[in-house]
């Protein structure tokens, strides 16, 4: 076989991978690849091997230095080929770093953005489940029909086991591992059950009479020396892996508290009302009482008053003093109409209290702008697997205006937006609730079938920008709900954010 008519099979259309399951391990073999070497002299190819890989940048996979040992010291002579786990077709690679001591390598291809495996920076405990993710040699011998089997996109297989213990193997950290792998798994990732790796296998011991055979993988650690001593980002998680059940079922008790304790709070508050009212009550019932005592009191005074000024006016007309007795007798007139009309308008002893105010809990125009608003990351209440923990600037304006430039649709009293990207195999929804501040970014690591069937969705979705209109937001709601239906009935992550507004 020339090697013109190698690359052009590595390049044609071969097969059609299955769609993976929206599972954690299976959003990780998205990224997982098969790397293969052929060897060339004169054009005639002498030379044939392969082992899996997996990707840590869009365009960047790692794998075992043994698989593609030969590729870097001969680049001319050596092909190097990277089969995706999907799609229809296979790329051309290069080795742009090798350390044989930890038995790594970082290749490099053009053509495709692969999703990124994280890796898991937090401790592993012995006895936890672990899962292999790669391209066995002895299933490619019973399977394969021709040497074009070995560049057509397949999913990886995956073996479980358990994590085995911590070694040192030739001054090199390794995990041991009881998942089966084989020839051909060299350089693919051992992952935890959140699909995060956290060892890249490499070796295998042979069952000799009966014993049992281990896995070694690179680990973490040296994985992670190996990309900085290469400059290459990756992705990195140290939030322990939990189960999305339990994350929801915590979530949904956590709610069910808080809105007991809310209640319980509206009871007291109402108690403590009602008792301070029938105190109030009872004080304005004694002040109501007192006064109308002193008014009856006053009304007796000014009667006694009228009394006396009558016989004071007597006795001046018996001295013979008629005038100053006429107007003695007109003040004893004033003391008696006054006492009575004092008398007659005496209260009546009854207090009078102002309504009682309705106990009515403020409520948030969800319609309202908040403006800049700066979201953490409440880790109680969320599951990541993949995902950067970084704080997410906000500015939510009026209508459901996020950012200036996207469109939330109305969810009840939240509002709602489902992101399809054109290139990344990742749907995400989005929700942003005014009154609570809360923001929760769902996110479903989908295969290349599914998202191909969201985005046809998506391409109907009219509502682009921000929009006043009413109409157009009920639509984008409809669309947003046939693109739902699509998604499997749990997410990968779910990543729940507390927002306040920016400083």
């Known amino acids: 076989m020339t090697l013109t008519r190698l690359l052009l099979l590595l390049t044609c259309l071969l097969g059609i991978a299955a769609p993976a399951h929206a599972d954690d391990i299976s959003a990780a073999a998205r990224g997982v690849v098969r790397v293969v070497t052929i060897a060339v002299v004169d054009n005639e190819v002498v030379g044939f091997g392969h082992g899996s890989g997996f990707a840590v940048a869009p365009n960047r996979i790692v794998t075992n230095a043994h698989v593609v040992e030969l590729a870097a010291r001969y ?5 190097v080929g ?14 742009i770093a090798i350390d044989t001591a930890r038995d790594l390598a970082l290749i490099e291809f053009q053509g495709l953005r692969l999703p990124t495996l994280a890796l898991y920076t937090g401790p592993v405990d012995e006895g936890g489940s672990v899962t292999a993710l790669g391209y066995p040699g002895n299933v490619d ?3 394969a029909r021709s040497s074009a089997d070995y560049i057509r996109p397949l999913s990886p297989i995956r073996s479980e086991g358990v994590f085995s213990g911590a070694r040192v193997m030739s001054d090199v950290q390794v995990l041991l591992h009881t998942a089966g792998i084989a020839r051909g798994n060299s350089g693919g990732p051992l992952l935890d059950p959140c699909g995060r790796v956290i060892g890249v296998n490499s070796a295998l011991t042979r ?9 070694f993988a690179i680990a973490d650690v040296e994985l992670i020396r190996f990309l900085n001593a290469a400059k290459q980002p990756f992705a990195g998680v140290g939030t322990p892996c939990t189960s999305l059940a339990e994350q929801l079922r915590q979530d949904s008790d956590a709610d069910a508290l808080a809105a007991a304790d809310a209640t319980r709070a509206k009871n007291d508050a109402a108690t403590k009302a009602a008792e301070a009212r029938a105190a109030a009550l009872v004080k304005a019932r004694d002040d109501a009482q007192r006064t109308r005592e002193n008014i009856i009191a006053l009304a007796a005074v000014l009667l006694a008053a009228g009394v006396l000024a009558i016989g004071a006016a007597g006795f001046l007309e018996l001295r013979g003093k008629r005038q100053p007795a006429i107007w003695v007798a007109a003040g004893a007139a004033l003391a008696f109409v006054a006492a009575l009309a004092v008398f007659v308008t005496r209260p009546s002893g009854e207090p009078i209290l102002p309504p009682a105010a309705p106990a009515i809990a403020p409520t948030v125009n969800s319609d309202a702008a908040l403006g800049k608003l700066v979201c953490t990351v409440v880790p109680a209440r969320s599951r990541v697997t993949v995902s950067s923990l970084d704080d997410v600037a906000l500015d939510w304006q009026q209508g459901g205006c996020m950012n200036g430039r996207t469109q939330y649709a109305e969810n009840g009293s939240k509002w709602d937006r489902i992101l399809v990207p054109s290139e990344d195999q990742t749907v995400s929804v989005l ?3 005014p009154a609570t501040k809360r923001y929760t970014n769902t996110r479903y690591l989908l295969g290349a079938a599914q998202m191909d069937a969201a985005r046809k969705i998506r391409s109907q979705v009219s509502v682009k920008a921000c929009s006043p209109d009413i109409a157009a937001r009920a639509n984008l709601s409809t669309q947003q709900a046939a693109i739902r239906a699509t998604l499997p009935p749990l997410p990968n992550e779910r990543i729940v954010y507390s927002c306040k507004p920016a400083p």
């Open 75 to 79: 680049p001319d002579n050596v092909v």
């Open 82 to 95: 990277v089969v995706p786990s999907e799609g229809d077709k296979s790329y051309q690679g290069k080795v």
């Open 141 to 143: 011998l019973a399977t």
């Open 207 to 215: 069952g000799e009479d009966g014993d049992t055979s281990f896995g």
């Open 431 to 433: 929700q942003f609730d």
